[in-house]
Nanobody
Framework: QAQLEESGGGLVQPGGSLRLSCAVSRQLFTGYTSGNTISWFRQTPEKEREFVAATRWTAGNSWYADSVKGRFTIIKDNAKMVVGLQMNSLELEDTAIYYC??????????????????WGQGTQVTVSA
């Protein structure tokens, strides 16, 4: 069973909305009660993988990249073991493969790819007219 599995990607027009979901395995939290973080990253062929948003599983704090702040919202459902990413006012530049990831990074390393050990397979988001 995959530890993390994304869904919800697709094609949307500029200005539209899309909601991604990340199903999270309970096994990721075995033995660790604090620091568990689920984050969203995205990547295009032209760019390195970049941080989009993150949430602490227990505390519920959230962080966002400047490029998505005010447009994207990370939504966590602990009971269902799902972390969603609500994306509004989508722009052409949001086109990418979106990945969810699990790690236990300190705040200073929240946005770093190397802080995460588990990754989903990714889901494609295409914003096009």
């Amino acid at each position: 069973q995959a530890q993390l599995e994304e869904s919800g990607g697709g094609l949307v027009q500029p200005g539209g909305s899309l909601r991604l979901s990340c199903a999270v395995s309970r096994q990721l939290f075995t033995g660790y009660t604090s620091g568990n973080t689920i984050s969203w990253f995205r990547q295009t062929p032209e760019k390195e993988r970049e941080f989009v948003a993150a949430t602490r599983w227990t505390a519920g704090n959230s962080w966002y990249a400047d490029s998505v702040k005010g447009r994207f919202t990370i939504i966590k459902d602990n009971a269902k073991m799902v972390v969603g990413l609500q994306m509004n006012s989508l722009e052409l530049e949001d086109t990418a493969i979106y990945y969810c990831a699990h790690g236990r990074p300190p705040l200073s390393a929240m946005t770093m790819v190397s802080s995460y050990n588990y990754w989903g397979q990714g889901t494609q988001v295409t914003v096009s007219a």
